[in-house]
């Protein structure tokens, strides 16, 4: 970052941070609710208040159900979740500038370019329309509310960790956030692995197993406690219970490398965002199974074994494949993938992406500029467009199933939609499409025969009867 010294040069990257975030989302505050906010948040009766929320405590992420109850509270409607939801990802962003400055410091960099770096890397973070999941769909809160308080913990560690004596009240601190997190959503577990990342790529002191795991400790003990602590949660271990039964682990493991492959491509698509892709799960190993396995184990192994002597891309690299693991490894999910999981992994490749700019710019300094500002254009303005998609449920449903047109689950939910705004006749369409696709979809069926029988979906109507 730019002289301490000076005020101005201080706080103007979070500014900026702050301010394109705002123009980015200034429309997310108009979406409505979507898919599982219905479920989650609207209809789910542990969070319509604070009394509510806490009568059913103990339960699973009890700390993202009170900011659901909080909002639910304050009385400021749908546009309140997504007000909280945008302020997370500014701060979020934020987090990321801290981290990514701190980082570029500890490789030796200037300030200027270590300030450089990190407020590159933060904007590409925050502008990306692969984050609108986490943050224009309302439940998406789930996931950018965690990476709230994993990025914060490991901002107070690395804070004290730097002066571990005078700022001995930084690491309860960082332990406190990473329990926040760990009550918000399960995948803040991965915090202390990348504290051993963090400690691994730090080439100015010399690296240590011992010394790393000293420092990383009470973290990992926390993890150990948290995941013992949810184990003795009757919801925890039937959603192991179901995972398990979904897919095996092995199985899993191979569907996941679609997964990872598909997760890939929308980094680079940023026009084919989509809420619901719902992946199909092919068995065995087909042959670009095989090739996104050997660029896994090449690029995970390239990157582990170079983390001392080209620590950013290595850094980079991990971190991408580190916060994938939680989601995209072992334990499977009924749906593949979904955009969320690039939230916080997504700071891997914005780093990567600014330290390229920033190589270009040694030699074509103009060419640099030109290509940051065009990339800021194009992703700020496709998120602001990809907001739109949630304004309203029929929309956000004719987006999905233009994208996925196998999506059976898709063409049912455009229906209930289209039922909801008394266009009956394409409700009844998208619902015969839904049972074309999948002739078992209990719920398309039942709709269908309930339009034929004049009784629409709850919450649906008064509308006529078709003829």
Known sequence: MPAAGNPL?????????????????????????????????????????????????????????????????????????????????????????????????????????????????ALIFVLHPVQ??????????????????????????????????????????????????????????????????????????????????????????????????????????DFLASSLATRSVPENFLAQLQGIRYLAGQLLHIDRMNADPALPVTPGLDPLDGLTLLVLVA???????????????????????????PTNSLLARLDLVNDRQLYVALAGPALLLAAAIRRLAVRQRALAVTAFVLVLALTG???????????????????????SPHNARAFNNLGIALADQCDLRRADQAWRRALELDPGYVRAAVNLQLLREGVLPEGVGPCERLP
């Open 132 to 237: 609108t999941e986490a943050v224009t769909y309302a439940s998406g809160r789930s996931t950018s509310l965690s990476a709230l308080f994993a990025l914060a913990s490991m901002a107070a560690w690395v804070n004290w960790r730097a002066t571990p004596r005078r700022r001995a009240w930084l690491l309860p601190g960082s332990l406190l956030l990473m329990l926040a997190g760990m009550a918000t959503k399960e995948t803040v577990a991965i915090v202390p692995v990348a504290l051993l990342l963090w400690e691994a790529t730090d080439i100015s002191r010399p690296f240590s197993w011992r010394a790393a795991l000293a420092r990383t400790g009470a973290h990992w003990l926390l993890l150990a406690l948290g995941l013992a602590a949810a184990l003795s949660l009757p919801a925890y271990r």
């Open 9 to 121: 040069q201080r706080w103007w990257p979070p500014f900026l941070v702050i301010l394109l975030v705002g123009v980015a989302y200034a429309n997310a505050l108009q979406a409505s609710f979507q898919f599982d906010d219905w479920d989650v948040i609207v209809r789910d009766p542990r969070v319509q208040g604070l009394a509510a929320w806490w009568a059913s405590m103990p339960g699973m992420r009890p700390l993202l159900k009170l900011s659901y109850a909080l909002n639910h509270a304050s009385g400021a409607g749908v546009a309140g979740f997504h007000a909280v939801n945008v302020v997370i990802h500014a701060g979020n962003g934020l987090l990321v500038l801290y981290l990514a400055r701190r980082f570029a410091a500890q490789l030796g960099e200037a300030p200027a370019v270590a300030g450089w770096l990190a407020l590159a890397t």
């Open 381 to 403: 303005l496709a998120t602001h467009l990809r907001n739109e998609v949630y304004r309203e449920e029929v929309t956000f449903w004719r987006d999905v199933v233009s994208r």
């Open 299 to 325: 690029g995970g192994g390239l990157a582990l074994t170079n983390v001392r002597r080209y620590p950013l891309p290595a850094f980079a690299v991990l971190w991408f494949l580190l916060w994938l693991a």
